[in-house]
């Protein structure tokens, strides 16, 4: 039996500010990196999140049973893809990152540069979804998570997606929850200057008489 002690990851391909990562990304450490990745997942020192995306497994829990939460994993994913600085937690999963969300949900929702198709997760009933978003027009925070730093809207940001697109996602009851919980904490001049920008005014208005 292979020692979990045994297998690290290289530090060539710690040096990125979220510790997901690619077969293709160990080709400047490895001849042949998809058998190595294998190797690592056996010992512990990789988790495999999904096809062709593994996350680091933090020294002190490998060989525990150990996941990193939803949100986390999908920016990583993302992010692993597009870099960290064209990503951002949004909608549902930024609401989850400023606590109203307050149970875990099986569907991540991240802000991302391109299209792409909705990826299911491997170590989880999950999906990740993609929303084409150029992330220098939102309202954005540093988010630190279990797999390092990233990006989430702000509260006034996320209050203003949910309200556009409250159905993104697929769990209303949820999104309607969230805006409720939100709304008390945002600053309403900047939600009032996000709106304008973003041309969300009626969005804004909408919720706002709900209110």
Known sequence: MMSHTAARVPPELLRRPL??????????TY??????????ARAGALHRLATG??????DDQVGASWRPELEAAALGIAAADEGVDTV??????????????????AVAVVAARRHRATLRLADRDATV????????????QRHTSELGDGWVT??????????????LGGLPDETEAAIHALLPRADDNLLDELAT?????AALARLLKDS
């Open 154 to 167: 702000t509260i006034e940001q996320t209050v203003l997606d949910l309200a556009a697109r409250p159905a």
């Open 31 to 40: 001849v042949h990196p998809r058998p190595e990745f294998a190797r690592l």
């Open 129 to 140: 979804l993609f929303v084409r978003r150029d992330i220098r027009t939102l309202d954005l």
């Open 53 to 58: 995306y593994y996350a680091v497994v933090p």
């Open 19 to 28: 510790r997901v990562l690619r077969p293709r990304d160990g080709a400047v």
């Open 88 to 105: 951002a937690l949004m909608g549902l999963s930024a609401a989850r990152i400023h606590g109203a969300v307050p149970r875990a949900i």
């Open 197 to 201: 920008a973003q041309r969300r005014k």
